[in-house]
């Protein structure tokens, strides 16, 4: 196996996320449950993650160097690092019966002589992870075992795509499928949040409300994909024009809101020059015209959302009187 380089893992390690759709007690019984069973020092659940591959759960709890939080760089020679690369089961009885198993961080750092690991699958069949069991004296697991401990890898498995699902319910149902920005629903659910974290910092927030000019003649004008084309490129400069934290969304339609953490006044006007300039460099789409209605929302303001979208509409609107006279 020398040498073997894991491709990087794009998920984000559970120990940095909320993870409430996983019973995380069961998890924990279940790594008991095979120490025990298999009369083994320890056994564990790691999970291959941007950082490495990471120790979710171990039957010791942290009471062992190899314990949660742990991190293997994705590099280094280890065997749940092969398990995981190639998506297969490993049995090593006795890694001093052979060289290549000598090399491994298990052996070396840890001691280990009998490792039996094995795979933990997405539902889309992307790797997730490993659940081993180790040892410090060479083993000879009975068939029935290593079935036992696929049964159990099994429940894991249908555990993270229970998990997966409820992800991406969510993730559908806060976002636009045209556009793949937050929804209304997303944004209701985000703003909420949103004004907590500034009520709790004592920072002010801004709400702009964007529609586009004439957008109905671009449906009539050039057809009904070419709009919708007009709404994701607006979409998308939109939110590349916002930092990572404001909230971008489609209210609907035309229409599309932005909630920014305002620290300075001129951070709205700045945001809305870079998004004039991203729309001027567009080509091979009609020109695309906005008029926005800015509100200024204190750390302190107790207004309903309904209500601040309102009076944000009123500026837009005169916005857009302001802009059909000139
Ligand atoms: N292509 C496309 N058009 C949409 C979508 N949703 C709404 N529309 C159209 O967007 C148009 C919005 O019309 P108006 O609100 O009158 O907008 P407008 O022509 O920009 O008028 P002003 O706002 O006064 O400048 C309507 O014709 C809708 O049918 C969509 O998802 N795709």
């Not at 924990?28 to 591959?53: C, H, R, W």
């Not at 790797?127 to 004296?137: D, Q, R």
């Not at 000019?213 to 994701?232: P, R």
């Amino acid at each position: 196996m020398g040498g073997h380089s894991l491709p990087g893992y794009g998920y984000t390690s559970f120990n940095d996320m909320q993870v409430d759709e996983i019973d995380w007690a069961r998890w924990q019984s279940l790594v008991d449950t095979v120490a025990e069973m298999f009369a083994a020092p320890a056994a564990y659940i790691t999970q291959a993650n941007t950082k490495g591959v990471e120790v979710l759960i171990s039957s010791l709890k942290g009471g062992d160097a190899f314990g949660p939080g742990v991190i293997s760089p994705p590099m280094e020679q280890g065997l749940s690092q092969q398990v995981i690369a190639k998506q297969q089961p490993l049995y090593v009885r006795n890694a001093k019966d052979d060289p290549r198993w000598q090399q491994t961080q298990e052996y070396t750092t840890y001691n280990w002589v009998s490792y039996l690991g094995m795979p933990i699958s997405w539902p889309d069949g992307h790797i997730f992870g490993s659940l081993c069991v180790v040892s410090t004296s060479p083993t000879d697991y009975p068939e029935v075992y290593m079935r036992v401990l696929a049964l159990i890898r099994d429940v894991i498995n249908s555990d993270l795509a229970h998990f997966y699902r409820e992800a991406q319910l969510l993730t559908q149902s806060y976002t636009d499928p045209l556009t793949q920005i937050y929804n209304r629903r997303g944004f209701e659910e985000l703003f909420v949040q949103n004004r907590q974290l500034a009520r709790r910092l004592g920072r002010r927030m801004a709400l702009l409300n964007f529609d586009l000019d004439g957008f109905k003649s671009i449906n009539d004008n050039f057809g009904h994909a070419m709009g919708d084309e007009v709404l994701s490129a607006f979409a998308r400069n939109l939110k590349q024009s916002c930092r990572s934290c404001d909230l971008v969304a489609r209210w609907g339609g035309d229409e599309f809101l932005v909630l920014v953490h305002s620290e300075t006044d001129a951070m709205e006007s700045s945001m809305l020059a870079r998004l004039d300039e991203r729309l001027a460099a567009l080509t091979n789409l009609p020109a695309i015209g906005y008029s926005v209605g800015m509100l200024r929302i204190g750390c302190d303001d107790t207004r309903e959302l309904e209500e601040l979208v309102m009076m944000a509409d009123l500026n837009l609107y005169s916005h857009k009187q302001r802009k059909k006279k000139s």
